[in-house]
Every structure is written in C-alpha cells, then in structure tokens.
C-alpha cells in the first residue's frame, strides 16, 4: 500500500467518526432515543430529564465526554462492578505500554528506518511511497542500525513485563479489598454437587441432606436438587406466544369480526373467533404445564446445589473429594444464582463429552471457513493479481482514486464484516461444552474469539499475503521463523489501515451509536430498548476483550518492525476509554460478576505476544544479517516465559478463589451482622430453577382455577 492510500483510508473513517459521534450526540439528546442509548439510567430509573433535555437544543454539546472522563474507578466499580473496572484497566494498560512504544517508535526507530536505503527511496515522490519505506525493510542488511531496534526489543519488553506485574497485582489487591466491602452473595456460601451416586432406597434429596448433615453436621444448612426442566421451558415458551397473541387480538379495536374455520387449511368446518381458539389454547398450555410440573418432582437429575453457614466451610467442601470413589460427589464453587445455566445441568456425561468433540471439530471448521473472506481480502491488496483475475476491471482499477479506496479501505472492510458473525457461533458452541455458568460461557467464548482473531486476522493474512504457497516452509521450524521475518513486515501497511477501520469506525458506529440496535428498532417501527433482553444491556466481554487485545498484538509486534501503527494503535485506545466508559455507565448492567476473572486472559495473551515478537525478531535478524544480535535475542523469550511462571504462582491462586484468612475473616464479621439470619432464610431458596418458579406463575392467581393467563388481558 502506497501513503497516499493509508491517507484515504484515514481520510474515509475520520469522517465517517465524525458523522456517527455528531449523529450520536443529535439522537441522544431526544427523549424518545433515551431507551436507546441510555437503557441503563431507564432501567434503574435515574433517568432525570435534563439528562436528555438540558443538551437537546445544542448540537455541539459533548458534556457526556466529559462526565465519562471524570467518573472515578470507585464509582465505576460501585455502578458496574470489578468485571467493568478490569475492563477498563486494560485500556489504561494499553495506553501505557504504547505510549512509551510510540516515544520509542516514532522518535528513535521509525527515522532510522526511513533513513534506510534498501529499498531505494525517491524522496521527491513520497505520496506514492510504499508504507514499507518506514519499516524495518528498509533498513540495510547488516546495518549496524539494527542494534538499535536490538535495545528497543529488550527495553520494551521489559517495560511490558513491569507494567504487566503491577497490574496483576493491583488487580489481585482490588479482588480482595472488594470482597471484603461485599455484602454476603449465595454464591460465597454455595458448592455445586455433581454425580450424586444413585440408590434405590432414597431420592437424591434424601442422599445429599444425609450425607453432608453427617459429614459437615455444624456446617451444613440446606440443598436444591436439580431438575429437568426442558419440557417445562418449551411449554413456559408457548404459554408466552399463546399469551402475547391473545393480548394482541383483544387489542385491536375492530369494527368487524374475524372468524377462522376449524377445519382443514381453515377453509372447511364450523367458523369459530380467534380469541375463543387461544382461549382453548391456553386451557391446554396450562393444562400441560400443571401435569409436566407435577412429573417433575420425581425427574431430578444427580447434581444439587448445597449451602453451608460459612464461606470457609463452602469452599473447603469446595476443593476436597468428598466420597471414596472420585467420581461421586463431585464438588466445585457455585455460579450466582442469577449466573447459573441450567440446560446442561441435565445432559449425561457422555452427552457433554460428545458435545466437547463437536465442538472442537466445529471450531476447525470455522477456521477453515473463514480464509475464503481473508483470500478475498488479500487479492484486493494486490491488485496486480486481481487484474490478472478480472481483467475487465484492469480499466477501472488503473484510476488513482479507485486504487486508494480498494487497496486502503475495503480489505479491513471486508474481513470485519465477516468478523461480526463469528462471536454468537463461539458463544453457541461454547454453551454446548457443559459449562454451569454464563461467565463460564463468556470466558470460553473470549478464548475461543481470541484465539481464532489472531490465527485468522494476523497469521492467515501474513501467509496468504506473501508466502502461503510455500506451505512446506510452515512444517519446518527453523525456516518457519524466517517466513515470519520476511511475512509479518510486508502486511503492516494492512494492519494499519485495519486499525484504523476495524478499529475507529467500528467502535464508534457499532459500540457508540449502536447502528445494529437502531436499525433493528426502525424495522420494529419504535426506538425503545427491551430491558429484558439481555443482549442490549450487559457488556459482551466476549467480543470486547478479543478485539481490545488484537490492537495490542498489533502494536507489539509491529513496535520495531513498523512504528508507523502505533500512534492509530494509541488512538484507539483512547477513543475505546471514553467510549466504553460512557457505555458502562449508561447502558451496560452487568448480568453477572466474576470478580476480575478476565484479567489472567489479558495477561496470558501479552506473554503470547511478546514471544511472538521475539521469534519475529530472532528472524528479522538473521534475514538482516546481524546473526549475533539474533542469538542475543534467543534468551528473551525465555526470560519472558520464566516472568510469566512467577505470575502464575505469584497471583493466578487469587484469581482461582478467595485465601482462608480472607474466608475466615469474613465469616467473623458475619457474626455481628444482624441481618445475616434473613439472609440464610433466602439461601434455601436461591437456587431454584428460574423454569419452575415461571411456572408458579402462570399457574398461581386468584383465578387459577379457570384461566389465570387470562388474568390481566382484560384490563387491556
């Protein structure tokens, strides 16, 4: 890619920024768009109206900016909690690591690399200048040149590593100084029991009250046997419909009657009202629904959830086997009640292993799916090649305007159009994997989204681009380094326009001015949000922190090899820290919390990347001939490994749950605490499955004899 392309590219989503921040401030300043871009102020009803009114009449009022800055880490934590504080302490990381990159980068390397004369510069024709130019390329082999991007390498990675260490373990003292202000959750006091062993002379209620009132007699406090609540669920699902329906047809106001025949196709047979048909189908719905609850009580499944009177005691039952045979009884913390999902509480084992095997062949198939986008992307790069394919656009192609736009725009288009697909798949397919909790779900599908980002985005597109013809190269070790070396530099001026469009644009049209939530509102034909639905209001840290850590993979591997990405790369993650602030705390709730769980991900995959970056440069090296700073590097990655395994021991057991000191200390301040008799009251019931007390619902009622569905219907 030539600059002046790179500058188009800047140019189109600048403005394209510009458009949908001014459209945002404009549509947010109505009052009808408040359940749109401020459902969380609804929902919790702190909406006042000169939040939405005192800015409407000023066009250029971004006072939203500003209360988003100043709003501090112990309020965002008091609103949103510690998941949202880590959330953000990765953009505050972020921005510390590339702002001494970019001093470093822009400052020291990137003149030397411009100053170069490998690849032979025209300083007077700069505009139609490869972005190569300012990349390592550029510089001469065996140039001594090349130590400097040497010391920047070990400089930069042990900055990395510093701030790295002193974000762990800021965050690991904010787990612990929030747990401490927390007030008692069911989930600290809660164990999960799974293959519960099954006999003839008693239910599993009878078997888990019997056995941990024997084993934990002091301790123990109450259980809720899990039940197969499928059949419940699908009949809950069709009370709803049937409900929904009648509430619709009793609305309507109408001077003529419909009529439908009972007969086939409607055609033939006895006419009847279509309000009298849904009566009928409700009668049946809840006749269904009384017959499938009452079976219930004898389907329960080998799994229950067991509370105890003290954290200490949950997670000591926690973390010990509890039978002879270590495969009865399985242990493990329970999820919050409002985190708990249920379908697969009643898949048998082999049914989850099953569903694991699928998965994992799903998750391949994906991968392989998803090159056909990147080949696409690619050829658009190259438009030498895309002449020879379509020669009818050899014409077209040749305008200067054309190829700034093609070569410069619609690749990082292209690849995040069919980006957008992926996160619901790895949501789905990590939800097959038996996982007891949504946090878990969401973890998983981070993982799975992060992994596949960088095989697809970064490795796919640097090998199809350059050398994925020589795939025996990729079998070999020690010319797969090299490969890289000559690869990774020849894509920066991709990733730099994919920054700049993956990343600008779409944070502040996807995230910001929620164009998929608005346009799916207008083909509704109202602009409210669902605050039942989970989807427009809690955060997808699934698709945010994969996307959040690929910028950062970006800029430190491109740190000495190309430093022109790292000042868009800081852009970035200064729009992404407004931006998400003002979401976290206008829009996002949190439909769970896990305590800070996501941070070792972000902390595992820096390690990855700066490994990465070694054995790029080990390569670069050699290819450059400077083969003793080559060998001086081998030891980094090293180094780096061995940091990483201090981590791990150092703080990673925080992460995994709360120390015994904290434990105890907790369950003696309980012992003052009036109210936490009350509390235990409501532990019994906590962790009932959300299908059976819906089903309470429908069916309960001062008219539950005949049609209590019908209760409400006809106040409409």
Request: charged share 15%; glycine share 4%; hydrophobic share 45%.
């Amino acid at each position: 890619m030539i600059l002046s392309a790179l500058v188009t590219s800047v140019g189109i989503n600048t403005a394209l920024c510009f458009i949908f921040l001014i459209l945002y401030t404009i549509l947010r300043n109505r009052p009808s768009n408040a359940a749109l871009y401020l459902p969380r102020l609804v929902a919790e009803g702190n909406l006042r109206e000169g939040n939405v009114l005192g800015l409407r009449k000023c066009l250029s009022s971004f006072s939203w900016v500003k209360r988003a800055w100043e709003a501090t880490e112990a309020e965002l934590l008091e609103n949103s909690g510690l998941d949202a504080v880590v959330f953000m302490r990765i953009f505050v990381f972020e921005l510390r690591v590339f702002q001494f990159a970019t001093i470093i980068g822009i400052f020291i390397l990137l003149p030397f690399n411009y100053m170069g004369n490998q690849l032979d510069i025209d300083f007077t024709d700069l505009a139609n200048k490869s972005l190569e130019t300012f990349s390592i390329s550029n510089v001469d082999d065996g140039s001594n040149r090349l130590w400097i991007h040497f010391t920047a390498v070990y400089i930069f990675t042990a900055v990395v590593c510093y701030l790295l260490y002193s974000e762990y373990d800021d965050i690991a003292a904010l787990r612990i100084s929030s747990f401490y202000s927390s007030k008692p959750q069911p989930k600290q006091f809660t164990v999960l029991v799974r293959s519960i062993p099954v006999t003839s002379e008693k239910t599993f209620s009878d078997s888990v009250g019997s056995f941990f009132s024997e084993c934990y007699p002091s301790t123990y406090l109450s259980h809720s046997v899990i039940h197969r609540t499928d059949k419940l669920k699908g009949l809950i699902n069709e009370a709803d419909k049937v409900y929904k329906g009648l509430v619709h047809l009793k609305s309507e106001v109408s001077a003529q009657k419909i009529f439908n025949r009972e007969g086939c196709f409607g055609i033939f047979g006895q006419k009847s009202e279509p309000v009298d048909q849904y009566d009928k189908d409700v009668e049946d719905v809840e006749r269904n629904m009384s017959a499938e609850q009452f079976s219930l009580i004898g389907e329960a499944v080998p799994a229950a959830f067991v509370s105890f009177k003290s954290r200490f005691s949950a997670a000591i039952v926690s973390h010990l086997q509890q039978g002879v045979n270590p495969t009865d009884w399985q242990t493990e913390p329970a999820p919050d009640p409002q985190d708990v999902y249920w379908p697969f509480f009643s898949a048998s084992f082999i049914t989850r292993w099953m569903c694991s095997v699928i998965v994992i062949f799903a998750c391949l198939i994906i991968t392989i799916l998803f090159l056909v986008p990147v080949f696409i992307a690619q050829g658009l790069t190259n438009l030498t090649q895309l002449e020879t394919m379509l020669p009818f656009l050899s014409g077209i192609l040749r305008m200067k305007i054309v190829t700034q736009v093609v070569t410069g725009y619609l690749p990082s288009l292209i690849l995040e159009i069919f980006l957008v697909l992926v996160p619901p798949v790895m949501i789905v397919l990590s939800s097959m994997q038996g996982h007891v909790a949504l946090s878990q779900i969401e973890k998983s599908a981070c993982i799975k989204m992060l992994w596949f980002t960088i095989w697809n985005i970064f490795f796919a597109n640097v090998l199809s681009g350059s050398a994925l013809y020589r795939l025996g190269i990729i079998l070999e070790p020690k010319k797969f380094t090299e490969l890289l070396a000559v690869s990774v530099p020849g894509q920066a001026s991709f990733f730099i326009a994919y920054v700049v469009t993956s990343g600008w644009t779409v944070i502040f049209c996807i995230e910001l001015f929620r164009l998929k939530f608005l346009i799916f509102r207008i083909l509704k034909g109202a602009l409210c949000c669902c605050s039942n639905e989970d989807e427009f209001i809690s955060n997808p840290y699934h698709k945010q922190i994969p996307r959040i850590l690929f910028f950062s993979l970006l800029g430190i591997i491109y740190f000495f090899l190309s430093p022109l990405i790292l000042p868009f790369v800081m852009i970035f993650y200064g729009l992404g820290y407004i931006i998400y602030r003002n979401q976290l705390l206008n829009v996002y709730i949190p439909k769970y919390e896990t305590g800070g769980k996501f941070w070792p991900v972000v902390h595992d995959a820096t390690i990855v990347f700066l490994i990465l970056m070694h054995v790029i440069a080990i390569g670069v090296f050699a290819v450059k001939k400077v083969h003793f700073a080559s060998t001086l590097t081998v030891p980094l990655p090293i180094l780096t490994l061995l940091f990483n395994s201090y981590c791990q021991k150092r703080f990673l057991p925080s992460f995994k749950g709360y120390p015994a000191e904290c434990l105890i200390n907790k369950d003696r301040l309980d012992l003052n605490d009036p109210s936490i008799s009350s509390f235990y009251e409501r532990l019994a019931t906590a962790y009932e499955d959300p299908a059976m007390e819906a089903g309470r619902d429908y069916l309960a009622g001062e008219t539950s004899a005949t049609t209590p569905l019908l209760r409400d219907v006809s106040e409409v």
